[in-house]
């Protein structure tokens, strides 16, 4: 498995249009969470996303987070992959783990991280195929690049 420290990848697609992707794989763990949200947000000072940075870092951090808290509870901690797109006038990440899907449940100061990830993103999609595990896909609109977030 590539370590998250790993190199960026910047592919240009052949069509004309430009394209950029950035992925990380590592093991599900605070530390990983931590680090790919730096990474992220130095790939994403090279990219036209205007003053949607924070949002988009937020989201794939708790998207992480919650891999990180729920995927592998009671087991070994499994793979989480990030992975984000630029293409034309949008940017999509996608975070996938190898875990076991946990519904949300009501608590009054946790569990509002799925409200969160629509909050600050234009669609977000959430796909569980247990065991294969859960891939969070969310997509940010770049013809407007401001703030989804009210507190962004």
């Not at 000072?45 to 951090?61: C, F, H, K, S």
């Amino acid at each position: 498995m590539d370590s998250a420290r790993g190199p960026r990848i910047d592919h240009r697609s052949t069509n004309g249009v430009g394209s950029s992707s950035w992925a990380r794989s590592d093991v599900a763990t605070a530390e990983t969470a931590r680090h790919l949200r730096t990474t992220m947000a130095e790939w994403l000072e090279t990219q036209p996303v205007g003053d949607l940075r924070n949002d988009i870092v937020l989201a794939m951090y708790e998207a992480v987070a919650n891999s990180v808290e729920h995927a592998y509870d009671g087991a070994e901690p499994g793979p989480v992959t990030v992975t984000a797109t630029h293409e034309a006038d949008a940017l999509t990440v996608t975070v996938t783990d190898g875990g076991v899907w946990r519904e949300p449940t009501e608590r009054p100061l946790r569990g509002h991280g799925l409200g969160l990830l629509r909050a600050v993103a234009d669609s977000v999609a959430v796909e569980h195929d247990d065991p294969q595990g859960t891939t969070v896909t969310m997509i940010w609109d770049l013809g407007d690049t401001r703030p989804r977030g009210s507190g962004s």
